[in-house]
């Protein structure tokens, strides 16, 4: 069966030549994407994590800091129209109206490459050429990094209003439904910046304008995606998926054999509460282990809403039972000399 290539297969097949003076920043992106472990929302699961983004954008706001991806470089990509057609909708006509592009600008692809603390925001959009162009957006996110007090000013100057106005930027259309004490959740922790772009002469009114309307929202989903894919109740190993050919900008490509983890996102309304994942044993071949929550038996043993604090980096202890969860970072288990596993990741619903 033939395989269709990612956006990300299309952005490590650019060229020089096919992208000109952004050719740096493209290469930069190609470096960074080939350490990255790839995880591919379908159809259902965007429309499904964009369903619950609408209902429960105060859940995002409350456990923003236990947004933690389960790899140090990892990438996320969605079928975007379906995901913002949800979004736009629970949104206030007058709000929804200024924030939906012309359908030749309608982006068809997000993809958001998680690089430490740093998220950098790829898209496919002009839905009517016959070779839709990825692009890498100039803004890009700084996770737990705030604002200093000039980079606020530039980017209130350049949104032309308060500091509210980057709350509405980070929350998107969730922004008119947030007590006004919540809305700031997102810029008491997180930050963005212009990381190319800004030598442009008219920068302000040519570079930036163009990018953050369209912008709007992108941190509220870079914190969301943590949350949901570390919600796994159930993983899934199928069988080694082999080399296939395929095409890439008209030309032929051999896309990679790799290991295909189906991730069942567990529907419960609360984000924070994890699941352990079931054990699989048989494991010889050297493989990534995904980051993800640890608890201790006082934790696991009470199933009230844990009060939790932080008592160190990534470790949060119960004030409630004295319960303690942790974070585990992502590492490699097995034996390198019986071979390694490539993995990519399919999320479904």
Same mark, same amino acid.
């Not at 259309?173 to 947030?178: H, K, P, Q, T």
């Not at 993800?292 to 199933?303: E, P, S, V």
């Given at each position: ?222 914190? &969301?995606? =943590?949350?949901? !894919?570390? #919600?796994?109740?159930? +993983?899934? /190993?199928?069988?080694?998926?082999? %080399? ?5 900008? &008209?030309? =032929?490509?051999? !896309?990679? #054999?790799?290991?295909? +983890?189906? /991730?069942?996102?567990?529907?419960? %309304? ?80």
């Amino acid at each position: 069966m033939k395989r269709t290539p990612l956006l990300y297969d299309e952005m490590l097949a650019l060229t020089p030549k096919r992208t000109g003076r952004v050719w740096p920043q493209v290469s930069f992106m190609q470096q960074r994407l080939r350490a990255a472990k790839v995880f591919r929302l379908d159809h259902a699961a965007a429309a499904y994590a964009a369903s619950m983004i609408v209902a429960h954008p105060e859940a995002i706001a409350r456990d923003v800091e236990f947004a933690i991806p389960p790899f140090e470089r990892m990438y996320v990509e969605l079928p975007y129209p379906e995901f913002f057609k949800i979004l736009s909708a629970a949104a206030p006509e007058e709000y929804r109206s200024s924030y939906i592009a012309p359908p030749e600008e309608e982006d068809q692809d997000i993809g958001y490459l998680f690089d430490g603390p740093l998220v950098y925001v790829m898209s496919r959009a002009m839905k009517s050429a016959k070779n839709p162009f990825p692009m890498v957006l100039p803004i890009r996110y700084r996770l737990n990094r705030t604002f200093s007090f000039e980079e606020e000013q530039v980017m209130t100057n350049l949104l032309d209003t308060s500091r509210l106005g980057i709350d509405a930027l980070f929350w998107g259309s969730c922004f008119n439904v947030l007590h006004p004490a919540t809305m700031r959740a997102l810029r008491t922790h997180h930050s963005c910046e212009f990381w190319y772009g800004n030598e442009h002469p008219d920068f302000a009114h040519v570079v930036a304008r163009a990018v953050l309307k369209p912008s709007a929202g992108d941190l509220r989903n870079i914190v &969301a995606l =943590p949350l949901f !894919l570390n #919600r796994t109740r159930e +993983v899934q /190993l199928l069988d080694t998926v082999p %080399p296939a050919p395929g095409f890439v900008h &008209a030309k =032929p490509r051999t !896309l990679v #054999r790799h290991n295909v +983890v189906r /991730l069942r996102l567990d529907p419960g %309304p609360l984000l924070k509460r994890v699941f352990t994942s079931r054990a699989s044993g048989g494991w010889r071949r050297e493989h990534d282990v995904r980051g993800h929550w640890c608890g201790d038996r006082t934790y696991h043993a009470n199933t009230h809403d844990h009060d939790l604090r932080e008592i160190a980096v990534n470790r949060w202890k119960c004030l409630r039972c004295g319960g303690q969860r942790w974070w585990r970072k992502a590492h490699k288990r097995g034996r390198k000399d019986q071979g390694q596993v490539i993995t990519t990741y399919e999320v479904m619903p």
